[in-house]
């Protein structure tokens, strides 16, 4: 973690440190290209774990209760490793963390209501979809098409 905490702030050192530059027409901006990449992989390694761990074989309550203890650890994990990172980034982390899951939460529940919705959001449609850090949507697994519709159907059984 050290050694890969170093060469994140070496890397940010260098962006922060460059201004804002023409290539070509287009104007470049390595302090906002570096805050989107950090959000993007945010997203990504969150929505990973969320629709990895939320995966239910026959739905109990001690699995249920594994499950999600396992995803907490996750979390946690990638929360605690991002307000390190963030320190020596220059970025809000605990902000960024509190926006980016609640945009996660609030997409994946807004996909799943589409099976009830006379009329359907599709995710490029979205009030919580972003062009430069989209919500990933993976395939649907068991019937349900987020981690949202599943752990409902494990807390209804």
């Known amino acids: 973690l ?3 905490t170093h060469q994140v702030s070496v890397f940010a050192e260098g962006v922060l440190g460059m201004d804002a530059t023409l290539v070509g027409l ?10 989107e990449g950090i959000r993007k992989e945010l997203v990504r390694q969150v929505v990973l774990a969320l629709h990895g ?3 239910f074989k026959a739905p109990r309550a001690e699995e249920l209760e594994e499950r999600l203890a396992q995803l ?8 605690r490793s991002f307000e390190y990172v963030s320190d020596y980034v220059g970025v809000h982390g605990l902000r960024i963390w509190q926006e980016e899951l609640a945009r996660i939460i ?8 589409n099976d009830v919705l006379k009329k359907r959001v599709h995710e490029w449609e979205s009030r919580f ?10 395939p649907p697994v068991d019937g349900a098409a987020t981690f949202v519709g599943r752990l409902l159907r494990a807390l209804a059984a």
């Open 72 to 79: 907490e650890r996750a979390l946690s994990g990638f929360k």
């Open 129 to 138: 979809q972003s062009e430069a850090v989209p919500v990933p949507l993976p």
């Open 2 to 4: 050290a050694r890969a």
């Open 26 to 35: 287009v104007e470049v901006q390595p302090r906002r290209m570096l805050h």
């Open 106 to 113: 609030n997409f994946n529940v807004e996909q799943e209501c």
């Open 53 to 55: 761990i939320l995966i």
